[in-house]
């Protein structure tokens, strides 16, 4: 099927360019949702009305009071946050760059911010919204005469990441089976200062290309932010110069219905913490109400006088002037009490699932161990595959900042760690690594190798620089006037004496004594059998 080839029109210099494209409006009514609950009890209160509805004849003043006794598990907070933590538990790496790009790596964004840093903010807002973006820029160098005069001028790539409400506008075209970004609206804000006052002005940023050419426009609009909305005014218009696409990175984290809307994979998570927060909030109104004795009286006539008097407490007396009368205390049975909590439980462990932490065993229930399993291992699956989506948001970020700066960046590696494993899991697999180290089943390299990526060294950690001097010791310990004799060693294999049955460490029996042979205890045994 061949593509649709439309085209290209420029943007005008007039109308409105703050108007959201369709799937901008969709997903902003998700994120105003996702935000609300992700900031937790302060701005799920702000939500009013829209999260906790007030009941049939409920009064304000009651309904206020209910609202302020609220307070949210937020649980989806902890799980975004869960989340995007375990990629980034080990430095991202970038392979393959030059010293331009190494310098870059330690102030992405001209703000101070390392790659690190940067990509871990990307990963969690990605992982709250669905989804988030990258633009990566350069200062405007058209009016510089030649490379010498931009490189003087300190000019170079950087990178600056936008949320899914900064983005009021996005469209993507398919050309011979790639998808090239060819139109961006992005929203900002800046203030002008007015003696001690301040005005705030609303941007349109319109970026551009054309496809059938590697140049485009950059305009800038500009309105007050009190205006209302309209009243847009064009401020100026620059070339985009050398650019076959607009330089625009979306890294997508969740089910992707079209371009630019996609279906968080928190959102669920997020419905249920608003049904949490109604529930816990009926349950606080009826232990309000119902978790207090009340005292009752029958039989017994009050004077008037007396009770505007009337109080209840230590060192008061209570007594009935009718021979009849008689005080009590009425107390509920608490089925509605306990069928609250058992439902706020309930919730509770749902919202577990959908945060995708691991299944264990709590005072709610016992889980059994292959059941625990089976969850992290579906956890560590749908984050591994985020954590590859990011390393190639990185990646083609990267490769614009060499298209800015005439650098070819196509073999680029931005690595993550992919490695999720408990801690005790992966000891134990290293335990396994070094008997096959032991019995020569496997090299010091390919051992170092893999407790490296276990993450269990250092970020400092240099392969090179540990091979050789363990060569170097293995070396020594050959040469030291036969003191070691027969200890085979990982360096070179083939020193390793003929019938010399010992391995790595074993001590030699009768060192002083070449004319003995050595023990031979077996593969893999370094003392004889016990005895009985």
């Known amino acids: 099927m061949a593509d649709t080839q439309l085209k290209y029109v420029p943007s ?26 992700y900031g ?23 309904y206020k009071s209910r609202l302020a006794s609220t307070f949210a598990l937020n649980k989806l907070r902890e799980a975004v946050d869960a989340a995007s933590a375990k990629p980034f538990r080990t430095l991202l790496k970038v392979n393959n760059g030059d010293p331009d790009l190494d310098a870059w790596v ?8 390392h790659l690190h840093v940067f990509a871990h903010q990307f990963f969690n807002n990605a992982m709250l919204d669905g989804m988030c973006h990258i633009l990566v820029d350069h200062p405007d160098t058209y009016n510089m005469k030649s490379l010498a005069q931009q490189k003087a001028s300190g000019a170079r790539p950087f990178m600056k990441m936008f949320k899914v409400d900064d983005v009021a506008a996005a469209y993507d ?10 139109h961006v609206r992005i929203r900002s804000q800046r203030a002008e200062r007015d003696g001690f006052k301040e005005v705030l002005y609303n941007q349109i940023r319109v970026i551009e290309i054309d496809p059938s050419k590697t140049s485009g426009i950059v305009q800038l609009w500009e309105q007050k932010a009190t205006s209302g909305g309209s009243n847009w005014t064009f401020v100026e218009e620059t070339p985009l110069q050398n650019m076959v696409e607009v330089p625009f990175v979306t890294m997508y984290a969740g089910e992707k219905e079209a371009d630019y809307l996609v279906r968080p994979v928190f959102i669920d998570l997020a419905y249920k913490q608003i049904e949490h927060w109604i529930s816990s909030s009926d349950q606080r109104s009826i232990l309000s109400a119902a978790r207090f004795p009340m005292l009752a009286c029958s039989g017994v006539v009050i004077d008037p006088d007396d009770e505007k008097q009337f109080a209840i407490g230590p060192y008061k007396v209570l007594y009935a002037p009718e021979a009849n009368g008689r005080w009590y205390y009425v107390e509920p049975k608490g089925t509605a009490i306990e ?23 709590t005072h709610r229930q016992y889980v059994p161990q292959n059941e625990r399993d089976i969850q992290e291992t579906r956890v560590h699956s749908v984050v591994h595959d985020m954590a590859i989506n990011c390393q190639d948001s990185i990646e083609k970020a990267i490769l614009f900042m060499g298209q800015w700066a005439n650098k070819d960046y196509t073999k680029v ?10 801690t005790k899991d992966r000891l134990a697999e290293v335990a396994q690594l070094v008997k096959m180290w032991e019995e020569r089943g496997l090299s010091r390299q390919a051992l170092l190798t893999e407790v490296k990526n276990r993450n269990l060294l250092g970020d400092d950690f240099d392969m090179t620089q540990e091979l050789a001097l363990w060569a170097k010791v293995d070396e020594l310990m050959q040469s030291n006037d036969g003191m070691m004799p027969g200890r085979w060693t990982q360096a070179d294999p083939a020193k390793a004496p003929a019938g010399g049955g010992q391995t790595s460490g074993a001590p030699a029996a009768n060192s002083n004594d070449p004319s003995q042979p050595l023990p031979d205890f077996g593969p893999g045994q370094l003392r004889p059998k016990k005895q009985i």
């Open 106 to 113: 330690q102030d992405i964004d001209l703000q101070g911010n």
């Open 40 to 62: 937790g009890t302060e701005t799920m209160r702000a939500k009013d009305k829209e999260f906790l509805p007030q009941y049939e004849k409920e009064s304000d003043t009651r």
């Open 12 to 37: 005008p210099k007039t109308g409105n360019p703050g108007e959201l494209s369709s799937a901008a409006t969709s997903m902003q009514q998700r994120t105003s949702m996702l935000r609300a609950v």
């Open 173 to 182: 075209q398919y050309v011979g089976g790639d998808t090239k970004t060819v």
């Open 339 to 361: 069928s609250g909590a058992k439902d706020l439980n309930t919730l509770e462990m749902q919202m577990d699932m959908m945060a995708l932490n691991p299944v264990t065993g």
């Open 413 to 422: 590696q931005a690595l993550l760690n992919t490695e999720f494993s408990n």
